[in-house]
């Protein structure tokens, strides 16, 4: 909740998380320091795929370079540590949207179970919005995505998610997570908060990969 935090709750943070570069770790500058921040690109006009359950989409940065360190130690070393600092690079996209809640893109249970957290969940901490925490549910039956198409991510993932709709009705909600690819998870989990009658879904994600090869394997 960086926009409400009372100035001792923000002074205690910065002692436990100093301003550090998410990808090289080096204190004093967030979300990258100079030297990381020269491969930092910011995404190509166009660069989610166009989703027809998704109202809005921005990503922050292109994927590669620092940003791909950055995800990385994000998914599989750093989660809370990185989490914080691209949470606010995050919030600074959305100033001045009307939001009612923010949902973290769900993990299957399995990978949950091996994570330890979820990246997605860790990114939203410290937003004003709220979590809806259950609003949407993911299925975790389904196959592992890397190294599929667009179409085969599809087809594995119609009606892998469910949406809770007493969280969901009525509400303008923003997806927020830490990568898109094909945009295939997104559409699913948008299209399954828009059935239960979400009035807006935003998709807001730190990386886009797109004009890069789609079967990149990135662990979703
Ligand atoms: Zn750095």
Redesign the pocket.
């Known amino acids: 909740m960086t926009s409400s935090l009372g100035l001792w709750q923000r002074a205690a943070l910065d002692v436990l998380f100093p301003p550090a570069?998410?990808?090289?770790?080096?204190l004093g500058r967030e979300p990258?320091?100079p030297?990381?921040?020269s491969s930092v690109e910011s995404p190509s006009p166009g660069s989610i795929p166009s989703l027809p359950a998704v109202d809005w989409s921005a990503a922050l940065w292109a994927y590669g370079g620092?940003v791909a360190v950055a995800i990385a130690r994000l998914k599989y070393r750093d989660g809370v540590e990185v989490a914080r600092p691209l949470g606010r690079a995050l919030q600074t996209e959305v100033r001045g949207f009307k939001l009612d809640c923010l949902v973290p893109m769900p993990l299957n249970e399995a990978r949950l179970r091996a994570r330890g957290y979820n990246q997605a969940r860790e990114l939203a901490r410290d937003w004003a919005t709220p979590v809806a925490r259950a609003a949407l549910r993911r299925r975790d039956d389904r196959p592992n995505q890397v190294g599929q198409t667009m179409i085969e991510r599809q087809a594995n993932l119609c009606g892998a998610f469910t949406a809770e709709r007493r969280y969901v009705e009525g509400r303008r909600i923003l997806l927020i997570d830490d990568v898109v690819t094909t945009g295939a998870t997104a559409q699913a989990a948008a299209s399954a908060l828009k059935s239960a009658n979400a009035r807006w879904v935003g998709l807001l994600v730190v990386a886009t990969t797109c004009l890069r090869d789609p079967r990149i394997d990135i662990v979703v």
């Open positions: 570069c998410v990808a090289c770790g080096a990258f320091c030297p990381c921040a620092a």
